[in-house]
T-cell receptor, first 113, second 111 residues
Framework: DVKVTQSSRYLVKRTGEKVFLECVQDMDHENMFWYRQDPGLGLRLIYFSYDVKMKEKGDIPEGYSVSREKKERFSLILESASTNQTSMYLC????????????FGPGTRLLVL | GEDVEQSLFLSVREGDSSVINCTYTDSSSTYLYWYKQEPGAGLQLLTYIFSNMDMKQDQRLTVLLNKKDKHLSLRIADTQTGDSAIYFCAETDTGRRALTFGSGTRLQVQP
């Protein structure tokens, strides 16, 4: 079974803090994705990576950066957290092209005060 | 860019059929998906359909695709309380790596 894990289920941070969200997958998948989920807006793609050290911006990359130093790990970084980044963050991975199923982690609910 | 739309909420009685609708704008959409999100959990793939198909059935689930109208629907027969969740429609094509998701439809099943 594919397993995608996220480092925290719940996180509370203060405005201006640097925040790291970690995601690990155990199936040697090429592609990894970070989404944020907000009520009424569905899932919006922040960044994705199709190989180690490779990344592409998604639809809403502003205020975020990512790091993929190892194939199994994809980190989302909030350089200076703001209250409008309070959200649910979901990581996903898949192998191959876009038609291949994406497997999701359980999500990290981030609250920025 | 690509856009996917869904209604936000649907309420049905246990035992009835549920129909969740989705429209998309990208005429090159090749792969269309339905994901389910239970409370406090990530998304799991329910079913998918390719653009060269009109219908796909999988136990209680029926997916209908109308390519002309760019309309996708998910029918759940004999809806149970365990089907209460948020259902996301998503699409992509071979030229892209990522999915475009709709806003999600919250299905509430009344006993």
């Amino acid at each position: 079974d594919v397993k995608v894990t996220q480092s925290s289920r719940y996180l509370v941070k203060r405005t201006g803090e640097k925040v790291f969200l970690e995601c690990v997958q155990d199936m040697d998948h090429e592609n990894m994705f970070w989404y944020r989920q907000d009520p009424g807006l569905g899932l919006r793609l922040i960044y994705f990576s199709y190989d180690v050290k490779m990344k592409e911006k998604g639809d809403i990359p502003e205020g975020y950066s990512v790091s993929r130093e190892k194939k199994e790990r994809f980190s989302l970084i909030l350089e200076s957290a703001s209250t409008n980044q309070t959200s649910m963050y979901l990581c996903a991975s898949n192998q191959g092209g876009s038609r291949e199923t994406q497997y999701f982690g359980p999500g990290t609910r981030l609250l920025v005060l | 860019g690509e856009d996917v739309e869904q209604s936000l909420f649907l309420s049905v009685r246990e035992g009835d059929s549920s129909v969740i609708n989705c429209t998309y704008t990208d005429s090159s959409s090749t792969y269309l998906y339905w994901y389910k999100q239970e409370p406090g959990a990530g998304l799991q793939l329910l079913t998918y359909i390719f653009s060269n198909m009109d219908m796909k059935q999988d136990q209680r689930l029926t997916v209908l695709l109308n390519k002309k109208d760019k309309h996708l629907s998910l029918r759940i027969a004999d809806t149970q309380t365990g089907d209460s969740a948020i259902y996301f429609c998503a699409e992509t094509d071979t030229g892209r790596r990522a999915l475009t998701f709709g806003s999600g439809t919250r299905l509430q099943v009344q006993p």
